[in-house]
C-alpha cells in the first residue's frame, strides 16, 4: 500500500487497454499508471514517438488519452488531471494498430521530408489529386477521434459575485483568502485540483507546527468558517473586462456516470481579483528528451511525495537550481535509487546542496547530452561534467531547467509583463483591472516569504534546510545530437526553429503557425518559453525582442456542452409554441423550426412523403383553396402623434397617402441600403398603424423600431407595441377563397390591400386582403387566445369547398412561383431593393432608414451586382439549393441559386428557382449549369424573370 499527502488506503479498479489495473483513492490516471509500471501511454501527433508522463497537472503535454466509452468519451484528456474512480476505462490514441506497435512511427524515419512547414510547400498539385490529398491529411490530422454518440450528460451555468476572488488554492492563494474572508469580504476561492495546497502537496514542511498538506486542509475550514466558498476541481478559464471571470468547474470526471451535472460554467463578477496561479517549470533540451521515461523534476516530487509512486527505479536528476535536489529527496524517500545530481551551474550552495552531498553523487558544471532508449523506453542517457563526458544507466530522468510565472489570466486581463534579466522570465507588470498577483505567480520562491506577502506571518520549518530559494538563471539550450524537442505533443524540435529562422520567421506568431509550436491541446505551458528564448539565441537578440504569442482563453481546454450548458437539442434556444399547436397535431402535422417557433412543414396522408404532401398542399391552393397558420408573423402596433413619421422612417415605399383600412406591400432597409425585412404596412386609424414583418426577423425589428425611435428620430412620440404574441393569424388563401369568407364573416370581403373588421364564429376578427401565394387570399387576425373556434369554422368551410390545411413547403413552393423574395435566401444580407426588383417600390423623396447608403455609388449603380432572377431547369433532375450558377463546369460562380421547388401549375413537372445572378435583369434567356460540387450535381437551366406565374397580377386581385 502505497502512502503519501494525496492518496488514501482504498483500492480503485481501472483499465487501461483492456488491460485491468488497481490503484488508489487520490490517484490520478497518470500515478496509477506509475505504479503499475506502465511508461508508455500515447504516441506524438507528427512522427508518431512513444510518449509517457512527463508532468503531473494540466501542463502535460505527452500523456494524453481517452477516457470513458460510448458518448462519455472524451478524447485528447490529460492522464495527469483525470482522479481514478470505479470502472474508469480510458485508452491511447494516436496509435494504429496498436500502442506499441504503431504503423504511423514510419512519419519519423520520413522526417526529413516532412519537416517544420512542409504542409505549405507540397500538396500543390496536380489540383486533381487535391481530394485524395484532403482525405489523407483529415486522417492524419488531430489525436483522439470525438464521440459520434450524443453526450448524455447535463451542465449547467452558475452566477455568482464575490468582493474577493482568489484564483489558486495553493499557500499564497490560501493565505489570501482566509485573510480576506475573516475580515468580512465575500470570497470565491478556485482549486482547479481535488485538494487544496498546491506545491504543498509535494514538500516535506510544516507551517504553524503541522505538516504542509494538513495546514491547507485547516486554512479551508476556516475560509468556509468565515462565509466563503471553495470551489475544487475549478479552472479560472478566461479574465473579461470589468473584472468578469469564467471558471468550468468539474462535478464528476470524465466518462463517469454523473448524478447531476458533470461541469459548470461559472460566471464571476468581483470587486477584486489575486491571482495565485504559481508557476510551470520548464524542461531541458537534449536530444532524446521526450522519451519515456524523461520527466519534469517537479513532477516526479509529486509522484513521489504526493501519490507514493516510484516513478523509476534508478534515477538521475538534472537541474539548473536547488528544486531538483528536493525532487532527488522525495525519489529517494519511495525507494528510487539516485544515480547521480547532475547540476548545471559550477559551484551551487546551500543546505539543499550539502543536504544531496551526503547521500547521492553530485556533479556540478553538468548538463545532459542525450538520452537513449530500448523499445522506446529510457535506458540511459550522456551528460558532460565539467571537460569530460560520462554516461549512465537510468530509468528516470528528472529534469528541471527553471521555472516560469503562470501569467495568462493577468494578460488576458491585459495586464503588462516585464521582464526579469536574472531570471530570464517574465513577471507580472502593471494591470489595467483591479487585480493583483501573489506567490510563485511574481517570481517568489520562498515560502515564508509568500505567506507574508500575503498577510499569513505563520512560522515555517522545512527539514531540508530554507523553504525555498530565489529562481537562478534558466538553462535554455545544451549541446543536442540528434531530435531535441521543444514541444512534446506536436513534435517540434531545435531543428524546426533553425528552419524558421533560416526562412525569414522571426516573429513568435509567425513561428508559433509555421512550426504549430504551442498549437496543441497543452498550448505551449511546458515548453514555449524555452522554444521562444531559443528563437532569440538564434537571432542573436535578448528574450524580449523575440516577443510572445498572445495568452488567449480558455488557458485549458473545455467541451463546447460546458459553454452551451442546458441549452442543447430541443433547449438550444426558446421554442415557441403556435396557439393552435395542438389542432395542427390532430391534423398530422410534421412540425420544422421557423426561426423560434415551430411551425407544420406539411401534412402528410399515411404512405406519403414530406415532398408529395407539400405539391399536393400546394396545388390544393392555387386550384381551389387552403387555410395555413401563420400566427408566428411579427406584427407591431405604432400609434402615437408621431407615428407616421416613425412608419415613414422604417417602411422604405410610400404610405402617408393610405387610407383608413388600407395597406400595401413595404420593405425594410439597414442603415447601409440593405434590405432588412419585408411585410405589410397598414392604416387602421388616423395615427394609429400596423406593420408585419418576417417570423424569423421579430427580434430584429423589435430592436430597429425602437433605435430609430429613441436615437435617429429623438424620442418621436410614438408608442411600438410588438403585439404578435397577442394576435394568432391564418391566411385562406386560393381562387375559392373569397367565397369561403364571405360565407363566414358578418361583412362583405375586403378588396384587395383593404381591411375590414368582422366576426367568425361570434368571435371579433380583422381581415387583411393580402396575398404571399399569388392567389386571392385574406389574413384573418384574431385573438391568441380565442383562435380555436375561428380555425375550426374555416377548417369545415374550406374543407367543404374541397380545400384543407397546408404547410410551410407548399408556401415556399407557392411563393417561388410568384417570385415572392424571403428574409435570409433572396435577402440575404448583401442585396439592396434594387436587385430584388423592388426599386421602384421605393419612395422616390426619400427620408427612410437607408436612403442614404442607397446612394453609394457601388449601390446606385446596378451594374455589375446580382439581380433576382428565375431559373427553370432544363434537365429532369431537383435543383440543387446553393448551387453555383456557372457558364461551364469549373469556371468562377456568376451567381447562386437561393431557393428550388417543383412547378406546382397544372401540366408542368419542371424544377424553378430563384436565384441571384451578376447582371440579371440583363441575362434573361441565357442557359447555364446550376453545379453543386458538395453534391456532385449539376443541372442546365434557363434564366428568365423571377414570376413564373401569373406575371399580370390578375389571379390575387378582386
Known amino acids: 500500500m502505497r502512502h503519501g499527502s494525496g492518496v488514501r488506503a482504498g483500492k480503485v479498479p481501472f483499465t487501461f487497454n483492456g488491460q485491468a489495473y488497481w490503484g488508489q483513492e487520490g490517484d490520478t490516471l497518470a500515478a496509477a499508471l506509475l505504479a503499475n509500471g506502465v511508461k508508455v501511454v500515447a504516441r506524438s501527433f507528427k512522427y508518431h514517438r512513444p510518449r509517457g508522463i512527463m508532468a503531473a497537472g494540466v501542463e502535460e503535454p505527452c500523456a494524453l488519452v481517452t477516457v470513458g466509452d460510448g458518448g462519455r468519451r472524451e478524447p485528447n484528456t490529460r492522464a495527469t488531471d483525470v482522479f481514478l474512480y470505479p470502472g474508469l476505462v480510458a485508452t491511447s490514441q494516436n496509435a494504429w494498430p496498436s500502442l506499441s506497435f504503431d504503423i504511423g512511427a514510419i512519419n519519423g524515419r520520413l522526417s526529413g521530408l516532412i519537416p517544420a512547414g512542409f504542409y505549405y510547400k507540397t500538396f500543390f498539385g496536380p489540383p486533381s489529386r487535391w481530394m485524395l490529398y484532403e482525405r489523407v491529411i483529415r486522417r492524419a490530422a488531430g489525436l483522439g477521434k470525438a464521440p459520434v454518440e450524443p453526450d448524455p450528460d447535463g451542465y449547467c451555468h452558475r452566477a455568482a459575485f464575490a468582493d474577493v476572488l482568489i484564483v489558486g488554492a495553493g499557500p499564497a492563494g490560501l493565505a489570501a483568502a482566509c485573510v480576506a474572508a475573516e475580515s468580512g469580504a465575500r470570497v470565491i476561492l478556485l482549486e482547479q485540483d481535488a485538494l487544496p495546497g498546491g506545491s504543498l502537496l509535494a514538500h516535506a514542511v510544516s507551517i504553524d507546527g503541522v505538516p504542509g498538506a494538513e495546514w491547507a486542509r485547516g486554512m479551508v475550514d476556516r475560509i468556509r468558517a468565515a462565509g466563503g466558498r471553495v470551489l475544487f476541481r475549478t479552472t479560472a478559464t478566461g479574465y473579461w473586462d470589468d473584472n468578469f471571470i469564467t471558471a468550468v468547474e468539474r462535478l464528476a470526471e470524465p466518462g463517469q456516470v454523473p448524478s447531476g451535472p458533470v461541469q459548470c460554467l461559472w460566471k464571476l463578477r468581483c470587486e477584486r481579483v489575486i491571482l495565485a496561479t504559481g508557476a510551470l517549470e520548464r524542461p531541458l533540451v537534449f536530444a532524446g528528451n521526450d522519451l519515456p521515461g524523461v520527466m519534469l523534476a517537479s513532477a516526479a516530487q509529486t509522484y513521489a511525495a504526493r501519490y507514493g509512486v516510484a516513478p523509476g527505479q534508478r534515477a538521475v536528476v538534472a537541474t539548473s537550481h536547488d528544486a531538483g535536489y528536493r525532487a532527488a529527496f522525495a525519489l529517494a524517500d519511495v525507494g528510487v535509487a539516485i544515480v547521480a545530481v547532475l547540476d548545471t551551474r559550477s559551484d551551487p550552495v546551500g543546505p539543499l546542496v550539502h543536504a544531496a552531498r551526503s547521500r547521492f553523487p553530485v556533479h556540478t558544471d553538468a548538463r545532459v547530452l542525450s538520452a537513449r532508449g530500448r523499445k522506446g523506453v529510457l535506458v540511459g ?307 394609429r398603424w400596423l406593420v408585419t414583418s418576417s417570423t424569423g426577423g421579430a427580434a430584429r425589428m423589435a430592436r430597429h423600431w425602437t433605435y430609430v425611435r429613441d436615437v435617429l428620430l429623438d424620442g418621436a412620440r410614438a408608442a411600438v407595441v410588438d403585439v404578435g404574441e397577442r394576435w394568432a393569424g391564418i391566411a385562406l388563401a386560393g381562387p375559392s377563397a373569397c367565397r369561403v369568407l364571405t360565407g363566414l364573416i358578418n361583412a362583405a370581403a375586403p378588396a384587395h390591400m383593404g381591411l375590414v373588421d368582422a366576426t367568425i364564429a361570434g368571435v371579433p376578427v380583422r381581415v387583411l386582403a393580402a396575398s404571399y401565394s399569388g392567389e386571392r387570399a385574406f389574413e384573418i387576425h384574431v385573438a391568441a387566445h380565442r383562435v380555436g373556434p375561428v380555425w375550426q369554422a374555416l377548417h369545415a368551410a374550406v374543407v367543404e369547398a374541397g380545400g384543407g390545411v397546408y404547410g410551410l413547403d407548399a408556401m415556399d413552393h407557392l411563393r417561388v412561383e410568384k417570385g415572392h423574395v424571403v428574409i435570409g435566401a433572396e435577402a440575404d444580407g448583401r442585396t439592396t431593393p434594387a436587385d430584388l426588383g423592388m426599386g421602384g417600390m421605393l419612395r422616390k423623396a426619400g427620408g427612410f432608414v437607408g436612403w442614404q447608403g442607397l446612394m ?86 434557363w434564366v428568365g424573370p423571377p414570376m413564373f406565374h401569373d406575371p399580370e397580377g390578375v389571379r390575387y386581385r378582386d
Open 381 to 687: 542517457l550522456e551528460a558532460a561534467i565539467g571537460g569530460g563526458r560520462q554516461t549512465f544507466a537510468a530509468d528516470l530522468l528528472a529534469m528541471s531547467g527553471g521555472m516560469s510565472p503562470v501569467l495568462h489570466l493577468h494578460r488576458q486581463a491585459g495586464g503588462a509583463l516585464v521582464h526579469d534579466p536574472v531570471r530570464d522570465a517574465y513577471l507580472p507588470g502593471e494591470g489595467r483591472q483591479n487585480h493583483v498577483c501573489v506567490g510563485a505567480a511574481t517570481g517568489e520562491g520562498d515560502l515564508a516569504t509568500i505567506l507574508s506577502d500575503a498577510l499569513c506571518r505563520v512560522p515555517v520549518e522545512d527539514p531540508l534546510g530554507a523553504a525555498g530559494a530565489a529562481w537562478p538563471g534558466p538553462v535554455w539550450r545544451q549541446e543536442a545530437r540528434g531530435k531535441a524537442f521543444v514541444d512534446f505533443q506536436h513534435d517540434v524540435t531545435t531543428a524546426d526553429l533553425a528552419l524558421a529562422q533560416r526562412e525569414g520567421f522571426v516573429s513568435s506568431e509567425h513561428v508559433k503557425r509555421y512550426t504549430t509550436l504551442g498549437m496543441g491541446t497543452d498550448q505551449g505551458k511546458t515548453g514555449a518559453m524555452v522554444a521562444l528564448a531559443q528563437m532569440a539565441d538564434l537571432r542573436g537578440v535578448a528574450l524580449p525582442e523575440a516577443g510572445l504569442t498572445t495568452f488567449r482563453p480558455p488557458y485549458t481546454p473545455v467541451t463546447m456542452a460546458a459553454f452551451a450548458g442546458t441549452m442543447r437539442g430541443d433547449h438550444a434556444g426558446p421554442i415557441r409554441r403556435l396557439p393552435l399547436a395542438a389542432m395542427h397535431e390532430a391534423l398530422g402535422a410534421q412540425w420544422v423550426p421557423a426561426g423560434v417557433w415551430m411551425r407544420p412543414r406539411a401534412y402528410p396522408a399515411p404512405g406519403e412523403t414530406i415532398g408529395e404532401a407539400s405539391v399536393r398542399e400546394a396545388r390544393m391552393v392555387r386550384n381551389r383553396v387552403g387555410i395555413v397558420d401563420v400566427s408566428s408573423l411579427a406584427k407591431f402596433e405604432i400609434a402615437g402623434p408621431d407615428a407616421l413619421a416613425l412608419v415613414l422612417a422604417v417602411c422604405a415605399t410610400p404610405v402617408s397617402k393610405l387610407a383608413v383600412g388600407r395597406g400595401r406591400y413595404t420593405v425594410m432597409l439597414r442603415e447601409d441600403g440593405m434590405v432588412m425585412d419585408d411585410g405589410t404596412v397598414w392604416r387602421v386609424a388616423h395615427d
Open 856 to 941: 453609394r455609388p457601388a449601390l446606385s449603380e446596378t451594374a455589375g451586382r446580382r439581380h433576382l432572377v428565375g431559373i427553370t431547369a432544363l434537365d429532369d433532375e431537383p435543383l440543387p439549393e446553393g448551387a453555383m450558377l456557372v457558364m461551364q463546369i469549373g469556371e468562377e460562380p456568376q451567381g447562386h441559386v437561393t431557393t428550388a421547388a417543383p412547378r406546382i401549375a397544372a401540366g408542368e413537372g419542371a424544377w424553378i428557382g430563384l436565384a441571384l445572378l451578376t447582371d440579371g435583369v440583363a441575362r434573361h434567356g441565357e442557359i447555364m449549369v446550376a453545379w453543386s460540387p458538395v453534391r456532385d450535381k449539376a443541372v442546365r437551366v
